[in-house]
Protein backbone atom coordinates (compact mmCIF):
# COMPACT_ATOMS: atom_id res chain seq x y z
CA UNK A 1 0.00 0.00 0.00
CA UNK A 2 1.07 3.61 -0.22
CA UNK A 3 1.54 5.57 2.77
CA UNK A 4 1.10 9.64 1.99
CA UNK A 5 3.45 11.53 4.02
CA UNK A 6 6.38 13.74 3.73
CA UNK A 7 10.41 13.17 4.21
CA UNK A 8 13.06 15.06 5.29
CA UNK A 9 16.41 14.55 4.10
CA UNK A 10 19.58 16.14 4.83
CA UNK A 11 21.76 17.99 1.46
CA UNK A 12 25.48 17.70 1.31
CA UNK A 13 25.72 21.65 2.64
CA UNK A 14 23.58 21.04 5.82
CA UNK A 15 19.95 22.53 4.14
CA UNK A 16 17.04 20.23 5.01
CA UNK A 17 14.47 19.14 2.23
CA UNK A 18 10.93 18.89 2.92
CA UNK A 19 8.85 16.69 0.37
CA UNK A 20 5.95 14.99 0.00
CA UNK A 21 6.20 11.64 -0.53
CA UNK A 22 4.12 8.47 -1.23
CA UNK A 23 6.07 5.30 -0.12
CA UNK A 24 5.20 1.73 -0.42
CA UNK A 25 4.68 0.26 2.68
CA UNK A 26 4.08 -2.50 4.63
CA UNK A 27 1.69 -2.73 7.27
CA UNK A 28 4.89 -3.63 10.28
CA UNK A 29 6.69 -0.45 8.74
CA UNK A 30 9.99 -1.92 9.16
CA UNK A 31 11.22 -1.37 5.33
CA UNK A 32 9.62 0.61 2.73
CA UNK A 33 9.87 1.60 -0.72
CA UNK A 34 10.82 5.63 -1.79
CA UNK A 35 10.37 6.37 -5.23
CA UNK A 36 11.85 9.92 -6.30
CA UNK A 37 12.67 11.42 -9.58
CA UNK A 38 16.07 11.40 -10.68
CA UNK A 39 15.87 15.23 -10.23
CA UNK A 40 14.10 15.58 -6.86
CA UNK A 41 16.12 16.95 -3.86
CA UNK A 42 14.76 14.23 -2.35
CA UNK A 43 16.93 11.67 -4.28
CA UNK A 44 19.77 13.83 -4.85
CA UNK A 45 20.24 14.10 -1.03
CA UNK A 46 19.87 10.22 -0.45
CA UNK A 47 21.98 9.58 -3.24
CA UNK A 48 24.76 11.68 -1.07
CA UNK A 49 24.15 10.63 2.30
CA UNK A 50 22.04 7.60 2.20
CA UNK A 51 19.46 8.46 5.45
CA UNK A 52 16.36 10.63 6.15
CA UNK A 53 13.14 10.55 7.60
CA UNK A 54 9.60 10.12 6.96
CA UNK A 55 6.86 11.60 8.72
CA UNK A 56 2.78 10.84 9.05
CA UNK A 57 1.28 13.89 9.46
CA UNK A 58 -2.60 15.14 9.04
CA UNK A 59 -0.85 18.68 8.65
CA UNK A 60 -1.64 19.39 5.00
CA UNK A 61 -1.31 22.50 4.70
CA UNK A 62 2.45 21.33 5.04
CA UNK A 63 1.74 18.67 2.83
CA UNK A 64 -0.04 21.02 0.32
CA UNK A 65 3.00 23.94 0.19
CA UNK A 66 5.62 21.31 0.12
CA UNK A 67 4.36 19.75 -3.02
CA UNK A 68 4.46 22.75 -4.87
CA UNK A 69 7.81 23.79 -3.26
CA UNK A 70 6.67 26.82 -1.21
CA UNK A 71 7.60 25.42 2.54
CA UNK A 72 10.55 26.43 4.64
CA UNK A 73 11.22 24.18 7.27
CA UNK A 74 8.80 24.15 10.04
CA UNK A 75 10.26 23.49 13.89
CA UNK A 76 12.32 20.06 13.76
CA UNK A 77 14.66 18.63 15.79
CA UNK A 78 17.45 15.92 15.79
CA UNK A 79 16.42 12.44 14.87
CA UNK A 80 17.94 9.96 17.26
CA UNK A 81 19.18 7.52 14.80
CA UNK A 82 20.11 8.70 11.69
CA UNK A 83 21.71 12.49 10.41
CA UNK A 84 18.42 13.49 9.63
CA UNK A 85 15.76 16.03 11.38
CA UNK A 86 11.92 15.30 12.45
CA UNK A 87 8.68 17.64 12.04
CA UNK A 88 7.92 18.79 14.92
CA UNK A 89 4.06 18.83 14.64
CA UNK A 90 3.96 15.06 12.98
CA UNK A 91 2.15 12.54 14.32
CA UNK A 92 4.51 9.85 14.10
CA UNK A 93 7.53 9.29 12.21
CA UNK A 94 10.31 7.14 11.33
CA UNK A 95 14.04 7.38 10.68
CA UNK A 96 15.77 5.40 7.69
CA UNK A 97 18.45 4.48 5.76
CA UNK A 98 18.73 3.77 2.53
CA UNK A 99 19.55 -0.23 1.68
CA UNK A 100 20.02 -0.21 -1.78
CA UNK A 101 19.18 1.55 -4.65
CA UNK A 102 17.91 1.17 -8.29
CA UNK A 103 18.19 3.99 -11.00
CA UNK A 104 17.01 1.76 -14.18
CA UNK A 105 13.76 3.06 -14.74
CA UNK A 106 11.99 6.64 -14.98
CA UNK A 107 11.39 6.78 -11.06
CA UNK A 108 14.31 5.63 -8.82
CA UNK A 109 13.38 3.03 -6.04
CA UNK A 110 15.14 3.09 -3.32
CA UNK A 111 14.38 0.63 -0.39
CA UNK A 112 14.94 1.63 3.06
CA UNK A 113 14.91 -0.18 6.31
CA UNK A 114 13.88 1.88 9.76
CA UNK A 115 16.09 2.62 12.04
CA UNK A 116 14.31 4.47 14.56
CA UNK A 117 10.21 5.04 14.92
CA UNK A 118 8.55 7.61 17.51
CA UNK A 119 5.54 8.70 18.05
CA UNK A 120 4.55 12.87 19.12
CA UNK A 121 0.93 13.24 18.75
CA UNK A 122 -2.43 11.85 17.58
CA UNK A 123 -3.25 11.12 14.44
CA UNK A 124 -6.62 13.45 14.04
CA UNK A 125 -8.44 10.97 11.90
CA UNK A 126 -10.28 10.55 8.64
CA UNK A 127 -11.80 13.46 7.26
CA UNK A 128 -12.84 13.51 3.52
CA UNK A 129 -11.61 17.12 3.31
CA UNK A 130 -7.75 16.12 4.36
CA UNK A 131 -7.99 13.57 1.64
CA UNK A 132 -9.26 15.72 -0.99
CA UNK A 133 -6.39 18.01 -0.82
CA UNK A 134 -3.99 14.93 -0.76
CA UNK A 135 -5.33 14.20 -4.07
CA UNK A 136 -5.48 17.77 -5.27
CA UNK A 137 -1.52 18.33 -4.29
CA UNK A 138 -0.84 15.20 -6.35
CA UNK A 139 -2.51 16.50 -9.20
CA UNK A 140 -0.74 20.23 -8.63
CA UNK A 141 2.89 18.33 -9.31
CA UNK A 142 1.12 17.21 -12.69
CA UNK A 143 0.19 20.79 -13.62
CA UNK A 144 2.98 21.21 -15.61
CA UNK A 145 2.08 18.11 -18.23
CA UNK A 146 -1.65 17.11 -17.25
CA UNK A 147 -4.46 18.58 -19.67
CA UNK A 148 -5.90 22.17 -17.32
CA UNK A 149 -9.76 20.58 -18.32
CA UNK A 150 -9.02 17.50 -16.90
CA UNK A 151 -7.38 18.85 -13.72
CA UNK A 152 -10.59 21.42 -13.55
CA UNK A 153 -12.56 18.60 -13.48
CA UNK A 154 -10.75 17.07 -10.64
CA UNK A 155 -10.65 20.44 -8.43
CA UNK A 156 -14.10 20.93 -8.74
CA UNK A 157 -15.05 17.97 -7.34
CA UNK A 158 -12.67 18.44 -4.87
CA UNK A 159 -13.53 21.65 -3.39
CA UNK A 160 -17.01 20.72 -2.84
CA UNK A 161 -16.02 18.33 -0.66
CA UNK A 162 -13.47 20.36 1.14
CA UNK A 163 -15.78 23.40 1.51
CA UNK A 164 -18.37 20.72 2.65
CA UNK A 165 -16.40 18.69 4.60
CA UNK A 166 -13.39 21.10 5.63
CA UNK A 167 -11.83 23.33 8.41
CA UNK A 168 -9.61 26.80 7.94
CA UNK A 169 -6.76 24.64 7.28
CA UNK A 170 -7.95 22.41 4.85
CA UNK A 171 -9.95 25.40 2.64
CA UNK A 172 -5.98 27.90 3.07
CA UNK A 173 -4.49 24.31 1.96
CA UNK A 174 -6.65 24.21 -1.25
CA UNK A 175 -6.38 28.03 -2.25
CA UNK A 176 -2.68 27.31 -1.57
CA UNK A 177 -2.67 24.74 -4.51
CA UNK A 178 -5.49 25.93 -6.91
CA UNK A 179 -3.32 29.26 -6.67
CA UNK A 180 -0.12 27.24 -8.29
CA UNK A 181 -1.97 25.01 -10.95
CA UNK A 182 -3.37 29.06 -12.51
CA UNK A 183 0.04 30.28 -11.92
CA UNK A 184 1.43 27.13 -13.97
CA UNK A 185 -1.59 27.38 -16.18
CA UNK A 186 -1.09 31.03 -17.13
CA UNK A 187 2.80 30.20 -17.34
CA UNK A 188 1.72 27.30 -20.00
CA UNK A 189 -0.11 29.71 -21.74
CA UNK A 190 2.32 32.19 -22.17
CA UNK A 191 4.98 29.68 -23.78
CA UNK A 192 2.81 28.19 -25.98
CA UNK A 193 2.16 31.53 -27.32
Known amino acids: ???????????????????????????????????PFPTSRTYQNLKAHGEGVLHVTDDVLLLARAAIGLVEPPPLFPASKVR???LQDACRYYEFRVVSTDEKEERVRIEAEVVHAGRLR???GFNRAK?????AAILATRADFL????????YHKLRVIVDKTGGDQEREAFAVLRDHVERVRRRRGEEGR
Open 122 to 124: DFF
Open 1 to 35: MILEGIVTTVSPAGDVNVAPMGPRVDADLRRFLLR
Open 131 to 135: HAVVE
Open 84 to 86: GFV
Open 147 to 154: PPDEIDSE
